[in-house]
């Protein structure tokens, strides 16, 4: 058995997915248009600029210069020029450099509780 379509109501279906259509088009221009940000002023922009030359200077002397991470774990920082002519040194001997990336990460991070918390007990059945 095939089935029948009627040209009235073809046509209906066709002009409710064209009506459909065009709500949802007038919607999201509606949206976009009212969620639009305003004109930026010209204090804004200046403030904008200041803000990202601040950022910066301060991200340059990060790279360029000598500082203390952590004092107290002797966590130092290296200019970038420096850091990479000591990283490439040192990886010479790739199991040296391992050895030693490995004994500064473990001064750098605090260290780990010994006893687990309560709260990470397996879940399950207890054994007998």
Known sequence: ?????SRPRVAAYAV??????FLMAGAICFMYHY?????VE????????????????KNKEGLESFGW???DRGVVRLPITRA???????????????ANLIS??????????QTPAATNAPA?????
Do not use: C, H
């Open 124 to 128: 399950g059945p207890k054994p007998k």
């Open 42 to 57: 010209e204090t804004r922009w200046a403030e904008r600029a200041r803000n990202l030359a601040e950022l910066n200077a």
């Open 16 to 21: 409710a997915v064209t009506v459909i259509f």
């Open 1 to 5: 058995m095939e089935p029948t379509y």
């Open 69 to 71: 991470v952590s004092q």
């Open 35 to 39: 969620t639009q940000p305003g004109p």
């Open 84 to 98: 990479m002519e000591l990283t490439v040194k040192e990886w010479q001997d790739p199991a040296a450099g391992r």
């Open 104 to 113: 500064r990460m473990e001064r750098a991070l605090p260290p780990m509780p």
